[in-house]
Nanobody, 130 residues
Framework: QVQLAESGGGSVQAGGSLELSCDASVYLFALTRLAWFRHQAPDNEREGVAALYPDGDITYYDDSVKGRFTISRDSAKNTIYLRMRNLRPEDTAMYYC??????????????????????WGSGAQVIVSS
């Protein structure tokens, strides 16, 4: 069973930066893809933010975060990162790390779909004040 644990959430003013980390209980290369999602309101669905294939570092981003967020990995530490810059109040959300070991898909729409991820962390809260 794969376990994921996020850390690094917190409160920041608009325009600031935060970095989230996600520690995996398995080698990252045992997983096909890694991703970050966010949940902004109880009645909203989880929104895909960024995804990465560790075997080739192919990345996908939602348009709302392109140029501001960066997903990366440190395979030696089995850790996934989400570097967030120029944060906006609308980035306020619970952020979740996700992973899957099934076959790969193509395109941002497919890779940022929560239905394509089996393993989930418990979340890290990010609050951006104006």
């Amino acid at each position: 069973q794969v376990q994921l644990a996020e850390s690094g959430g917190g409160s920041v003013q608009a325009g600031g930066s935060l970095e989230l980390s996600c520690d995996a209980s398995v080698y990252l290369f045992a997983l096909t893809r890694l991703a970050w999602f966010r949940h902004q309101a109880p009645d909203n669905e989880r929104e895909g933010v960024a995804a990465l294939y560790p075997d080739g570092d192919i990345t996908y981003y939602d348009d709302s975060v392109k140029g501001r967020f960066t997903i990366s990995r440190d395979s030696a530490k089995n850790t996934i990162y989400l570097r967030m810059r120029n944060l906006r109040p609308e980035d306020t959300a619970m952020y979740y790390c996700a992973a899957d070991s099934r076959g790969r898909g193509y395109g941002a729409l497919w890779n940022l779909n929560s239905g394509h991820y089996t393993y989930w962390g418990s979340g890290a809260q990010v609050i951006v004040s104006s």
